[in-house]
């Protein structure tokens, strides 16, 4: 924290669809993002403020992304994040398809044209296992109430289906189902209702960050999870608080396209990261 209090420490803001990130530039300088920094940036009052926090470092690919939480916890995916760094290393670099890695694993990124960028956010986890969850059962029939579905895409997910998403009051239900007992990594949290054919109305409860207008992951699982329902195919379009996404689960993975924002740069002054000790 020393060296970047000396100098400041730059930083960019952007968004997907209202789910918004600040995005540190590391690969030029050794940059570290402790939880206490996390969180200290998070805090939309004295911070900056963000959804997600995002560090791309050089990878063995064009480039490596890891994720913070609004508390300071890692997550080894974040869809929307991962598509405006995209958008940001292809407009830098001038190609139209990227390899980024994280700890999902590594990822392809494409020009979907029309200012529009695509993730592959890779094939989901559908096993108890992998998502994770506390024991073995159907990941498809949960045993809670409202009989939800479970599905990793490199974090966990817990959709449920309902008849109308804003009677459900996700500020306590989110939280509530965040921390259930059999997400031994909590979870994130989706109300999704079809309102069409192929066609998703959702609302998101983000694990370690709370509501958010949009959720690239959670717009993946949602998807993964109404085709495994049979409630619709397997390429769909999800309404969220902040916009339209287009979710398609393909057999190399479940992509994810839509627009991104570079809002502005800025650097995080020596006092205020001298503050944080």
Not at 17 to 32: I, K, P
Not at 250 to 268: I, K, N, Q, S, Y
Request: aromatic share 6%; net charge negative.
């Amino acid at each position: 924290m020393s060296d970047m209090a000396q100098g400041g420490l730059p930083f960019m803001k952007m968004h997907g669809l209202g789910n918004d990130f600040v995005v540190v530039d590391g690969r030029a300088r050794a940059v570290e993002i402790t939880p206490g920094l996390a969180r200290a940036l998070a805090d939309r009052h004295r911070g900056v403020g963000f959804d997600q926090l995002a560090l791309i470092t050089e990878g063995a690919g064009d480039a490596h992304l890891t994720f913070y939480n609004a508390d300071g916890s890692t997550s080894a995916a974040c869809g929307n994040a991962t598509r405006c760094i995209a958008r940001y290393l292809m407009d830098e670099t001038g190609k139209t398809v990227l390899r980024l890695t994280t700890d999902r694993g590594e990822l392809a990124a494409r020009d979907a044209g029309g200012g529009l960028t695509s993730v592959n956010m890779g094939a989901p986890q559908l096993d108890w296992e992998e998502i994770p969850l506390a024991r073995e059962m159907d990941t498809l029939s949960l045993p809670i109430e409202g009989n939800p579905v479970a599905t990793g895409m490199g974090n966990p997910h817990c959709t449920f289906f309902v008849e109308d998403v804003m009677a459900v009051p996700l500020e306590t239900f989110g939280p509530a189902h965040e921390h259930h007992p059999l997400f031994p990594q909590r979870t994130n949290v989706q109300v999704a209702q079809i309102t069409g054919p192929d066609r998703i109305r959702m609302r998101v409860w983000e694990r370690g960050t709370g509501l958010t207008l949009a959720s690239g992951s959670s717009s993946c699982a949602v998807a993964v999870a109404a085709a495994r329902r049979g409630l619709t195919g397997r390429h769909v379009m999800i309404d969220l608080d902040g916009g339209t996404i287009e979710v398609e689960w393909r057999d190399d993975g479940v992509w994810m396209t839509g627009p991104t924002a570079h809002v502005f740069e800025a650097t995080l002054t020596p006092a205020f990261l001298a503050s944080l000790g």
